[in-house]
């Protein structure tokens, strides 16, 4: 096992970025609350999409056709490799346009010189529960592995991430494939993921940071159960380990990168996942994003989309180069 500096207990700030966005619920005077929310959401103009090569497909599934978008380097044939990257949502939002998607999908590319399929799903709500978004997201692995030989490329090389609930939906799916003996994912990623039923309990440390949030940006324990029951379905009693990975054995998944954001309730989940990663002897490398809050990576002209970008590229060069991980790797941002 190999650490780091392990993440300090003192309430750090806001990352600069962050606490410009967050100023007007702090700062005392009268907002517009729904009106905030929607600029703290709004991508700047200043934002300059990377060039790739983009081809949107479909893929049959059980449940219908599910839209991918294919990214490749606009500059020359991939350097090796491909990721399959799931968006977030809370199951009910987002589709292969919304910044945790697109600007994740093209800054990936760019960076990591591989392919990157970006995938959406069925969105959860009456008439769509689980198992259908894994079902979703199981086909469009599983069509990629496909498409990437097809292209001439090795699909062993392949890996499979995901941010928030699109985390959820990746683990999920290398449960499955590890069950059914199918090719797991060279490497997993997992940014601000929920993983688990209903909140887990956070520490002393993240109790302090959460409670600087603003409320409209707080998950708390009832928006977690709600998020569960919309997904699971509200007369659900039994839940599957796909659909909460925080609750399955872990062992035999491939190398997994766990990224969680400092400022995040959901950080409880992750922090909670990666100690049954430990015990399942997964190697792992944990890292924590300084000062931000869950769903950074929806602003793509922020510095912690920067960092996380490139150590997700770090991380998909060192699995599809076969590079051992340590069993427990702890950075910080």
């Known amino acids: 096992m190999t650490t780091d500096t392990e993440p300090a207990d003192s309430v750090a700030p806001f990352d600069p970025y962050f606490d410009t966005l967050f100023r ?27 060039a790739t090569d983009v081809h949107d497909d479909q893929v049959a599934g059980p449940h219908g056709r ?37 600007a994740v999908a093209r800054a990936l590319c760019v960076t990591s010189g591989c392919i990157v399929v970006s995938a959406t799903y069925h969105l959860a709500g009456p008439g769509t529960r689980f198992p259908v978004p894994h079902h979703d997201v199981l086909a469009a692995w599983r069509w990629a592995r496909r498409h990437l030989e097809e292209r001439g490329l090795d699909p062993q090389r392949t890996a499979l991430g995901g941010a928030s609930a699109g985390a959820n939906l990746a683990a999920g799916v290398a449960l499955h494939t590890r069950d059914t003996g199918e090719p797991q994912p060279a490497g997993l990623v997992l940014v601000y993921p929920t993983m688990h039923a209903h909140a887990q309990p956070p520490s002393a440390e993240l109790a302090r940071k959460t409670a600087r949030l603003p409320p409209e940006f ?22 599957p380990d796909h659909a909460m990975p925080g609750q399955a054995d872990l062992h035999g998944l491939p ?10 309730d959901l950080r409880s989940s992750a922090e909670a996942f990666t100690t049954s990663l430990s015990e399942a002897a997964v190697p792992t490398h944990i890292r924590m994003e300084e000062g931000s809050p869950h769903g950074y990576l929806a602003h793509p002209v922020s510095p912690a989309f920067d960092r996380s970008v490139r150590a997700i590229a770090g991380f998909l060069r060192s699995v599809r180069g076969g590079s051992p991980l340590g069993t427990r790797l702890v950075s910080r941002s």
């Not at 007007?24 to 990377?50: H, I, K, M, N, Q």
């Open 218 to 239: 707080r998950c708390l324990p009832s928006a977690v159960d709600e998020m569960t029951r919309n997904y699971l379905g509200p007369e659900t009693t039994e839940v």
């Open 24 to 50: 007007p619920f702090t700062s005392g005077c009268p907002v517009d609350p729904a009106a905030e929310v929607e600029r703290f959401w709004a991508v700047p103009e200043r934002y300059l999409p990377p």
């Open 255 to 264: 190398p997994t990168l766990l990224i969680s954001a400092e400022y995040d």
């Open 66 to 102: 599910i839209p991918v978008r294919v990214h490749a380097p606009a500059d020359g044939a991939p350097t090796g490799g491909a990721v399959v990257w799931v968006h977030g949502g809370s199951f009910v939002s987002g589709n292969l346009d919304v910044p945790e998607a697109d």
